[in-house]
């Protein structure tokens, strides 16, 4: 089974700055990597699939990157609306798996 | 509109079973492969089982194998999943979610929750 670990498990930003969340594979996951955002009694939404391929409808602001057991995800410029939880998740032999979160608050 | 709507849920007793529906509407059904993935309160997201478009493809988490069946019934644009053998750890807001080519979930259900407790 493939563990993913999320870091930070929290971080701390105010709007308008950079945000930078990582995702580590237990073992290599090729590109097969996807980012999730969910905020409080909400379903989570997709915001990144195939390690670097934005979901429709996401705005350019998010952005994903590597390959293997490396991943992360870049908000460019945090919106108010970003703060929320981040999933990462990975299909590996027909199982997926989810990390355990970073949770994005404001300063 | 894609919209992904579960129901089913509710308050059962250790050891009992329920089984949870997801409608769909707004897309092909029968040509999308589905999951179901729940979140226990406060918790993570934890991927419980897929099925694949034609019903041919099942696929369990390990904790989760021998206790619930996925099924579908693409005539019905409906999703299922029978909870058995239920445990407290299983409390938690289970959703559908629709597989974009088995590399990740692109709409999902509002939820719905399943609290065991006697």
């Known amino acids: 089974e493939i563990v993913l670990t999320q870091s930070p498990a929290t971080l701390s930003l105010s709007p308008g700055e950079r945000a930078t969340l990582s995702c580590r594979a237990s073992?290599?996951?090729?590109?097969?990597l996807a980012w999730y955002q969910q905020k409080p009694g909400q379903a989570p939404r997709l915001l990144i699939y195939?390690?670097?391929n934005r979901a429709t409808g996401i705005p350019a602001r998010f952005s994903g990157s590597g390959s293997g057991t490396d991943f992360t995800l870049t908000i460019s410029s945090l919106e108010p609306e970003d703060f929320a939880v981040y999933y990462c998740?990975?299909?590996?032999?027909?199982?997926?798996?989810f990390g355990q979160g970073t949770k994005l608050e404001m300063k | 509109e894609v919209q992904l709507v579960e129901s089913g849920g509710g308050l059962v007793q250790p050891g009992g079973s329920l089984r949870l529906s997801c409608a769909a509407s707004?897309?092909?059904?029968?040509?999308?492969?589905m999951n179901w993935v729940r979140q226990a309160p406060g918790k993570g997201l934890e991927w419980v089982s897929y099925?694949?478009?034609?019903?041919?493809?099942?696929y369990y988490a390990d904790s989760m194998k021998g206790r619930f069946t996925i099924s579908r019934d693409n005539a019905k644009n409906s999703l299922f999943l029978q909870l058995n053998s239920l445990r407290a750890e299983d409390t938690a807001v289970y959703y559908c979610?629709?597989?974009?080519?088995?590399?990740?979930?692109?709409?999902w259900g509002q939820g719905t929750l399943v609290t065991v407790s006697s």
């Open positions: 979610a629709r597989d974009i080519g088995e590399v990740a979930f692109d709409y």
């Open positions: 707004g897309f092909t059904f029968s040509s999308y492969s």
């Open positions: 099925i694949s478009s034609s019903n041919s493809i099942i």
């Open positions: 073992q290599s996951v090729s590109n097969f």
């Open positions: 195939d390690a670097s």
């Open positions: 998740q990975q299909r590996s032999n027909w199982l997926y798996s």
